[in-house]
Nanobody, 130 residues
Framework: QVALVESGGGSVQAGGSLTLSCAASAYTSSVSNYCMGWFRRAPGKEREGVATIYFNTGTYYADSVKGRFTISKDNAKNTLYLQMNSLKPEDTATYYC??????????????????????WGQGTQVTVSS
């Protein structure tokens, strides 16, 4: 089991940047035994996968954020990051970090399957104005 706490959200004008952080704390296993990724839910839309890190295939990004967002993880700090550049109004959403138990290295490919991620943070709001 793992607890996740997001931070770093806020309001920014279009073209600006924000960095989101997700602090992870594992209670019954090491954080390294979990896959982790970022999701978001925009007003009036369904939750979607934004970015994930896989051991075997590297990083995944949704087409809508590719080239603008960068996901990274600091294992020493047990923290997941999302660097967001060139923000657009359509990026306005509540951003969530999430985790699923892998039992070791995170193997995967393509968009994360939301129903496989059992652990979620409370979310952090990102608002991008025109």
């Amino acid at each position: 089991q793992v607890a996740l706490v997001e931070s770093g959200g806020g309001s920014v004008q279009a073209g600006g940047s924000l960095t989101l952080s997700c602090a992870a704390s594992a209670y019954t296993s090491s954080v390294s035994n979990y896959c982790m990724g970022w999701f978001r839910r925009a007003p009036g839309k369904e939750r979607e996968g934004v970015a994930t890190i896989y051991f075997n295939t590297g990083t995944y990004y949704a087409d809508s954020v590719k080239g603008r967002f960068t996901i990274s993880k600091d294992n020493a700090k047990n923290t997941l990051y999302l660097q967001m550049n060139s923000l657009k109004p359509e990026d306005t959403a509540t951003y969530y970090c999430a985790a699923r138990y892998s039992g070791g290295y995170c193997y995967g490919r393509g968009p994360p399957k939301m129903n496989e991620y059992a652990y979620w943070g409370q979310g952090t709001q990102v608002t991008v104005s025109s």
